[in-house]
């Protein structure tokens, strides 16, 4: 039993295009995290969301955290070919130090 | 170096044998994690270490994996008699503390069991 479900699983879009990844839970986490994986190298983190309704901006990605701290969304505004990759959102505890990760969502974007 | 590093990059072995895993995390980083990351799958937490406290083994998925972490640094992460399944990328990941801090993930070690 996945602990964090994503959808889409895959997404392929033209470049210029926008985007959005969903994270969802039945469990509330005390963060949420998002990572960004390229082929042969290991996650890299792109965002941390700790207060329900937290918003985070970078450049053209959004990060939303839901009220209930139980979901988050990532949004990408005129996706670019750069953006291509694994989409990872994990969620923390406030004891624990693992992370708790979806399966990923495989984003490909196609100039 | 400044990031994780883990070697091998890739290890290919036959059913039965048993491989070692190493993972150096960076430097003054009291927290290590290993995960797994099989084909199609997220990443699947496997053990924690924290400073000198006992590590948290829950994510074990069967006593032929172990692993340990000397003098507080480097780690190792042990299977023995490997199994067809046990083909995946190992993933370590270091931190300031546990918690909310950032996990840095090294680049994983490729195992694939012939």
């Known amino acids: 039993t996945q602990l964090l479900e994503q959808s889409p699983q895959f997404l392929s879009i033209q470049e210029g295009e926008n985007l959005t990844v969903y994270c969802n839970s039945s469990?509330?986490?005390?963060?949420l995290q998002w990572y960004r994986q390229e082929p042969g190298e290991g996650p890299v983190l792109l965002v941390t969301?700790?207060?329900?309704?937290e918003v985070k901006k970078l450049k053209r990605l959004t990060f939303q955290f839901g009220d209930a701290r139980k979901d988050s969304s990532l949004h990408i505004t005129a996706a670019q070919p750069g953006d291509t990759g694994l989409y990872l959102c994990?969620?923390?505890?406030?004891?624990?130090?693992?992370?708790?990760f979806g399966r990923g969502t495989q984003l490909t974007v196609w100039p | 170096g400044a990031g994780v590093s883990q070697s091998p990059s890739n290890k290919v072995t036959e059913k039965g044998k048993d491989v070692e895993l190493r993972c150096d995390p960076i430097?003054?980083?009291?927290?290590l994690y290993w995960y797994r990351q099989s084909l199609g799958q997220g990443l699947e937490f496997l053990i924690y270490?924290?400073?000198?406290?006992?590590?948290?083994k829950s994510g074990l998925p069967s006593d032929r994996f172990s692993a340990e972490r000397t003098g507080g640094s480097v780690s190792t992460l042990t299977i023995q008699r490997t199994q067809q399944e046990d083909s995946a990328v190992y993933l370590c990941?270091?931190?300031?503390?546990?918690?909310?801090?950032?996990?840095?993930f090294g680049p994983g070690t490729r195992l694939l069991v012939l």
């Open positions: 990941a270091s931190s300031l503390v546990k918690g909310r801090e950032t996990q840095y």
């Open positions: 469990s509330v986490f005390s963060s």
């Open positions: 969301v700790v207060t329900g309704g």
């Open positions: 994990a969620g923390g505890g406030s004891t624990l130090g693992r992370l708790y």
């Open positions: 430097s003054g980083h009291t927290a």
């Open positions: 270490f924290q400073g000198n406290s006992a590590p948290d």
